[in-house]
């Protein structure tokens, strides 16, 4: 199956940049997703199609896909974002369709 | 606004089976443009994709968890629900339902999700 890696942490100061990124086998011919989960609660969506926003997400966060990397930007980091970061894609090399996500990456808003 | 909520029992037996059902509110769950799935989180770690089903009962499941998994759907009540089988302690997780995205190919995503439940399996 396919694997997505993701670094288990990224910290980073207050109204800085934070880049997180997301490892696999030619992930650039994929659509990424991207969730945020604060502790205690559901993943949100944050980014899809590798760099759309939903409604209501801030424009600080984007998201680019390229290669064998797959990246979510945060700009002007704020404490608020401090949480778990899950990147998601579809699994084409399977018989039948299967959805994968990377482990994790804990922000640290230092 | 749609939204999503998951009951079932908080705790179960090894080789028992868990059940959970995932009610949807605020919308129809017979909808064209979603699919509805279950995403598992084990305490402590990432986030597993267990299976998703159409209105119509078209369902897809993770491979690694097929032989045990059901997911079925209630189109008069808004529900579906999640079956899984001979569970052992290594199935003990929060529960999600959420909605599945249907976009191009099977490029989609989970763009709505229940608070969550926590299953634990213990004797």
């Known amino acids: 199956s396919y694997v997505l890696t993701q670094p288990p942490s990224v910290s980073v100061a207050p109204g800085k940049t934070a880049r997180i990124t997301c490892g696999g086998n030619n992930i650039g011919s994929k659509s990424v997703h991207w969730y945020q989960q604060k502790p205690g609660q559901a993943p949100v969506l944050v980014i899809y199609?590798?760099?759309d926003r939903p409604s209501g997400i801030p424009e600080r966060f984007s998201g680019s896909n390229s290669g064998n990397t797959a990246t979510l930007t945060i700009s002007r980091v704020e404490a608020g974002d401090e949480a778990d970061y899950y990147c998601q894609v579809w699994d084409s090399s399977s018989d039948h369709p299967n959805w994968v996500f990377g482990g994790g990456t804990k922000l640290t808003v230092l | 606004q749609l939204q999503l909520q998951e009951s079932g029992p908080g705790l179960v037996k090894p080789s028992e089976t868990l059940s959970l059902t995932c009610t949807v509110s605020g919308g129809s769950i017979s909808s064209s443009s979603y699919y509805w799935g279950w995403i598992r989180q084990p305490p402590g770690k990432g986030l597993e994709w267990i299976g998703s089903?159409?209105?119509?009962?078209?369902?897809y499941y993770n491979p690694s968890l097929k032989s045990r998994v059901t997911i079925s759907v209630d189109t008069s009540k808004n529900q579906f629900s999640l079956k899984l089988s001979s569970v052992t302690a290594a199935d003990t997780a929060v529960y999600y339902c959420?909605?599945?995205?249907?976009?191009?190919?099977?490029?989609?995503?989970?763009?709505?999700w229940g608070r969550g439940t926590l299953v634990t399996v213990s004797s």
């Open positions: 089903i159409y209105y119509s009962g078209s369902t």
């Open positions: 199609y590798d760099s």
């Open positions: 959420a909605r599945h995205n249907v976009g191009i190919q099977y490029h989609w995503y989970f763009d709505l």
